[in-house]
């Protein structure tokens, strides 16, 4: 029995004795504490967290000698050796020096520093998502120089660099932790409505440029990607809550609110779950410019008014009244006269809305680099999108659902991705068929026809009016038993069409597209780093097209297409590390397509005795394949049908068209688009001429899509002069078979080789407008540069300011009929001043933005974007104790409303209240 007693009483002992302890203080290079610094053991879950003072206490049953890591929001990490249990530490961080020392990975697939990068790529991290002054971590990225963002509603935002933008902007792509947040249907990203919880990103990076060597076909314009917070590294409950206003001159002051959690837990060495969640509710900017787009300055008098935000009017015909009427020539005259549509107000609530849920599951079942990931996402949203019309996406939902194996030198993952429709609609279509609700366009304009006859007539009353007063008083009769907002009446037809998913009935578009990638890549640097570090991988994806008709034209069933890509790099250094060589190749198939090669090579050399000049110069080619839209489309709009070029889509669908000025019908397939048309622009000049010189008509037939190429050169240097961070890079682009729309008109009889019928057709209004999906023949080139200096001043006040130059030219001549839809301010001035320390716990941040006029061409409305200038501004608070920040901030503090894409609604002010517990 003492036997066994002195047995228990020793291993007793010995457990005790295992237990080490480690106490320290983490302070910064002034000597001051850094509270809420995390002190891990490398390679282990196990650590703590500094108090209000910087003192931390770490129990442990691991044995000495080990390693902790010590991090902390703007500081480089540190490390520090322990030896022996019950050993105090005195740990420094140093403050991160410069954004140039951040470690990116996009630029080569591999981690390295931004002062080494091969290619321009800018960095959000987590310090700049705390000093963010926008409303949204998302809206802050539009401080980063060469970045433009197009503001389509509170919830949408479309990032894009280098010219050639779009609010539906295929041309750039976003990855969330590996996985394309593109919408699969549309072809770009939704901004962040379905994107990422704020408290889980860790970085953000934007590759500016063509990037299609390394990440394939579409990275054209840019890349950017988001990395996620792994839950071995970020353990415990962090949760926000923002709330406050939106101000409009037009909407009004309308509260929203933003919040959000995040919870994770690492079991073990092997084990770890996190989970994510939240919710932004808001009104949405309105969007109630009534410009008369059929003639600029114009106003509802103009018989053929089509107002900018009005929808329903687009239905217009050219009336010729003496031949209505049977009365002589030159009687009563002509005009092109449309319906009266209904103000886009009174066809949506303007509701703003973005849920997001996201859970992973990663798993190390050796406990060392090797991890099984598991990552689902689903989000829910509702906004304006602002396209070839105005479309409010309501209860829209994107999932996506991963699973990736990966260590420190390769991965494989794979993902699905899908999406619903919900109940979004069209406004364009809404305002059509709530008009053919009540009266048929047939109807319609008999009536009008009638009482325009009448009242210049003088019938009945024996007064002959004058143009102005008879179109008015015909429009008053033709609008007889007209729907009014607001009533029951109305109500019910709204609801009706907004849940029709029939074109010519309804405006509801149905989509439930789906997409399946997989993509690998191994890096071979441990095994040939004595020659050079060399990466191989590829890609493999799935579409498949599912509207039911309402996009594309799928109406016999889904549309599945295939696309594939292998690449490789190597990278080596030479002359003492201060030269490094990059070179990839990629080739990409599409289905419909030849394949294609992008290579890529970079030089960049560090210079100076510090090492702290850099240089580098690139050449790169890329691609973009067309968009699922440019194949398939098969979307009638009324004044214009858009019709993809696909080989297999020429004959998927016909289109109906009645003209009911003659009560004559023609009957469509795309096909004719691209082999029986006239160009839009030989058609305006024969009408110019009063009908009157056939020889001005043209054929247009443009040719079937094809890939688009860029061979993109840029130079760049990076560098530490005194105080000063500078950045600077200029680049020129060259296009080939640049991707465009081509408007063309086809005759009721789709001969267009008889140019006489043709005419007469025309002249009766027996033709149809389509939008074809083409190349240009035009030389497009486009060139810019950006220039960034950072520094401090006054001690610790943090100064930036960054400059943005971007033009582009082609050859008009070659091409008269090409849209370029450059969509890009020429110059813009970027600046932000801020002080994470004013003083003890207190900071600030202000951002000023400026950028230049520019003209917007889009499929929706072409126009001027005035130049605008926006203040932000936030201050904060900590609480160490507690572990918050408070935030108090404002976007466009100076309520100077603006607007990026014609046709969406005025950007006003968001003034919001935040409360952040462990971010």
């Known amino acids: 029995m003492r036997t066994t007693l002195l047995l228990s009483m020793l291993m007793l002992v010995t457990v005790g004795f295992s237990q080490t302890t480690v106490n320290g203080k983490v302070v910064d290079q002034n000597d001051q504490p850094i509270p809420g610094a995390n002190v891990v053991i490398v390679n282990k879950t196990i650590g703590t967290v500094t108090d209000f003072d910087g003192f931390f206490t770490l129990e442990t049953s ?45 630029a080569s697939r591999t981690p390295e520093r931004i002062f ?61 932790d590996g996985m394309d947040n593109s919408s699969p249907a549309l072809n770009f990203a939704l901004g962040n409505l379905v994107g990422m919880n704020e408290l889980d990103v860790q970085s953000v990076e934007i590759l500016p440029g063509a990037s299609s060597a390394l990440y394939g076909a579409n990275a054209f314009n840019g890349i950017l990607f988001m990395r996620s917070k792994s839950p071995f590294d970020f353990q415990g409950i962090s949760v926000y809550g923002k709330t406050g206003f939106t101000s409009q001159e037009a909407a009004g002051d309308n509260s929203y609110y933003d919040i959000g959690i995040r919870v994770a837990h690492a079991f073990n060495d092997k084990f770890a779950v996190k989970a994510n969640f939240s919710i932004l509710e ?143 609609y069209d406004m364009r279509f809404t305002g059509i068929n709530i008009n053919n609700r009540w009266k048929s366009n ?5 009536d009008y026809v009638a009482t325009f006859a009448g009242a210049k007539l003088g019938v009945g009353t024996g007064v002959l009016l004058d143009d102005e007063a008879a179109h008015a008083a015909a429009r008053q009769a033709a609008d007889t038993g007209r729907l009014v907002p607001g009533t029951p009446q109305f109500q019910n037809a709204f609801n009706a069409v907004i849940s029709d998913g029939d074109l010519a009935t309804g405006s509801r578009f149905i989509d439930n597209t789906k997409l399946s990638h997989i993509d690998a890549n191994y890096n071979f640097s441990h095994l040939t780093k004595n020659f050079a570090d060399i990466q191989v991988g590829g890609s493999f994806r799935e579409y498949v097209l599912n509207s039911q008709g309402t996009i594309f034209t799928d109406l016999d069933g889904s549309i599945p297409y295939k696309e594939f890509g292998l690449y490789t790099q190597i990278q080596k250094q030479f002359l003492d590390e201060r030269l490094k060589f990059t070179g990839s190749i990629r080739y990409d198939k599409n289905e419909f397509f030849d394949g294609f090669l992008s290579p890529r090579a970079s030089l960049a050399y560090t210079a100076g ?168 023949t035009a030389n497009v080139n486009s060139y810019g540069a950006t220039l960034g200096v950072n520094t401090r001043i006054l001690g610790n006040f943090d100064l930036g300011v960054n400059y943005t130059f971007a033009d582009f030219d082609f050859d008009e001549a070659s091409d008269p009929d090409f849209r370029p839809g450059f969509n890009t301010p020429k110059h813009k001035v970027k600046a932000s001043f801020g002080n994470e320390e004013l003083f003890k716990n207190f900071g600030f941040n202000v951002n000023y933005r400026w950028s230049d006029a520019f003209f917007w061409q889009a499929s929706f409305a072409d126009g001027d974007v005035p130049a605008y200038t926006v203040l932000d501004a936030q201050i904060n608070y900590s609480i160490p104790k507690i572990k918050s920040v408070f935030k108090i901030g404002g976007s466009n503090l100076l309520a100077n409303e603006y607007f990026t894409a014609v046709g969406t609604g005025l950007v006003g002010s968001i003034y919001y209240l935040s409360w952040t517990i462990n971010p």
């Open 116 to 176: 080494e990068s091969p290619v321009s790529v800018e960095r959000f991290g987590l310090k700049d998502i705390k000093n963010a002054s926008s409303a949204s971590f998302y809206g802050g990225l539009e401080n980063l120089k060469g970045v433009d963002i197009n503001t389509s509603s509170l919830t949408f935002q479309s990032l894009n660099t280098r010219g050639f933008a779009a609010v539906d902007n295929s041309r750039f792509v976003q990855l969330v």
């Open 609 to 776: 005795s510090k090492r702290n000049h850099n240089f580098r110069a690139s050449f790169q080619t890329g691609f973009r394949n067309p968009t699922t839209q440019d194949l398939f489309i098969g979307l009638d709009l009324g004044n214009v049908i858009l019709v993809g070029s696909a080989p297999d889509n020429l004959e998927k669908r016909t289109f109906s068209v009645t003209n009911n000025n003659t009560g004559n019908t023609g009957v469509f397939v795309p096909r004719n688009t691209y082999e029986n048309s006239f160009s839009k622009s030989s058609v305006n000049a024969f009408r110019a001429s009063n009908f009157a010189d056939t020889s001005l008509l043209e054929a247009g037939n443009p040719d079937p899509i094809t890939p688009e190429q860029i061979s993109a050169f840029e130079l760049g240097y990076r560098g530490q002069i005194g105080k000063f961070t500078i950045d600077l890079s200029g680049y020129y682009n060259t296009f080939q078979d640049f991707i465009a729309t081509e408007r063309v008109i086809v005759t009721f009889s789709k001969d267009e080789t008889n140019l006489q019928a043709s005419a007469t057709e025309i002249r009766n209004g027996d033709s149809q407008e389509f939008q074809a999906y083409t190349n240009s």
């Open 282 to 424: 808001g009104t949405d900017w309105f969007a109630v410019n009534e410009e008369d787009l059929s003639i600029p300055g114009a106003d509802r008098s103009n018989p053929a008014y089509n107002g900018l935000n009005v929808f329903g009017d687009e239905v217009a015909i050219p009336i010729d009244f003496d031949a209505a009427t049977g009365f002589p020539s030159g009687t009563l005259g002509s005009a092109v006269v449309s319906r009266t549509g209904y103000a886009e107000q009174d066809l949506t609530d303007y509701g703003a809305q973005s849920v997001k849920f996201d859970g992973a599951l990663h798993y190390r079942p050796f406990g060392d680099d090797f991890e099984i990931i598991y990552n689902g996402r689903i989000g829910r949203g509702s906004t304006i999108f602002h396209g070839a019309s105005r479309y409010y996406i309501d209860d829209f939902i994107l999932q996506q659902h991963k699973l990736e194996f990966k260590n420190n030198n390769f991965f494989l993952r794979g993902y699905i991705t899908s999406e619903n429709a919900g109940n979004s």
């Open 62 to 106: 691991e044995v000495p000698p080990f390693q902790l890591r010590i991090t902390s929001l703007g500081y480089s990490d540190g490390s520090a050796n322990v030896a022996e249990n019950n050993e105090t530490l005195t740990i420094v961080l140093s403050e991160a020096q410069t954004f140039l020392d951040e470690v990116v990975i996009s």
């Open 442 to 446: 047939t109807q319609w304009f008999g």
